[in-house]
């Protein structure tokens, strides 16, 4: 079946600094593979997506690469804001399970001033 | 579009009492998922319809827990007796199929 597997947190940075979330996965298929992105007391917002092998999403300065032959959609960004605190879960999708997604465990990152 | 909502909010019950959690999905997605987030469990998907439909309820933890779709634009999640455990936060989320799923500010549900 599918799975995903990212790093484990709290990350905690300071302003500035470069943010990298480790995400693997195991999946049957050609699955698309997603950033998602939890505000405190909020839902899940859809960061970025890939479709595809060597696709890559980006948006508000975070990219991540559809890497098939070592199975990873790592999450970077080269300058975070405090504004960047939040939960962050890799998930992907296939049509082999139905397109249901399949999450991380979430990875907590805490960014001070 | 106004995206998936979910209501009430936050919802605050007594032991025993049953409760009903809504969604109306985004209009034109043809399915639609239930999640629920806890501290030690993280996110688990309960049940999901398509085209109206449930297709899969193995994550549904008990038979005190129902879910209906009657028709493409609303979704309830019941939970009949409640107990302090189903304490969370629950989120509906609906997508069209190989595309992104879109979530719900999500019910925070207090059972004591």
């Known amino acids: 079946g599918n799975s995903v597997t990212q790093m484990e947190g709290p990350v905690t940075l300071s302003e500035e600094a470069f943010l990298t979330i480790n995400c693997t996965y195991t999946?049957?298929?050609?699955?698309?593979l997603f950033w998602y992105v939890q505000y405190p007391g909020e839902g899940l917002q859809l960061l970025l997506k890939a479709t595809k092998a060597d696709d890559k999403g980006s948006n508000k300065g975070f990219e991540a690469t559809y890497r098939k032959e070592t199975t990873s959609f790592h999450l970077e960004k080269g300058s975070v804001q405090v504004s960047d605190s939040a939960v962050y879960f890799c998930?992907?999708?296939?049509?082999?399970?139905?397109?249901?997604?399949?999450f991380g465990a979430g990875t907590t990152v805490t960014v001070r001033a | 579009d106004a995206g998936v909502i979910q209501s009430p909010r936050h919802e605050v019950t007594e032991m025993g009492q049953e409760v009903t959690l809504r969604c109306k999905p985004i209009?034109?997605?043809?399915?639609l998922f239930w999640y629920r987030q806890t501290m030690m469990r993280g996110l688990e998907l309960l049940i999901y319809?398509?085209?109206?439909?449930?297709?899969?309820d193995s994550g549904m933890p008990e038979d005190r827990f129902s879910a209906k779709m009657p028709n493409a634009s609303f979704s309830t999640l019941k939970i009949q007796p409640s107990e302090p455990r189903d304490s969370a936060v629950y989120f509906c989320a609906s997508s069209r199929s190989n595309t992104e799923a879109f979530f719900g500010q999500g019910t925070r549900l207090t059972v004591v």
């Open positions: 998930a992907l999708s296939s049509r082999s399970n139905d397109y249901k997604l399949s």
């Open positions: 319809f398509n085209n109206n439909v449930p297709i899969d």
């Open positions: 209009s034109g997605h043809d399915y």
């Open positions: 999946a049957t298929g050609y699955p698309s």
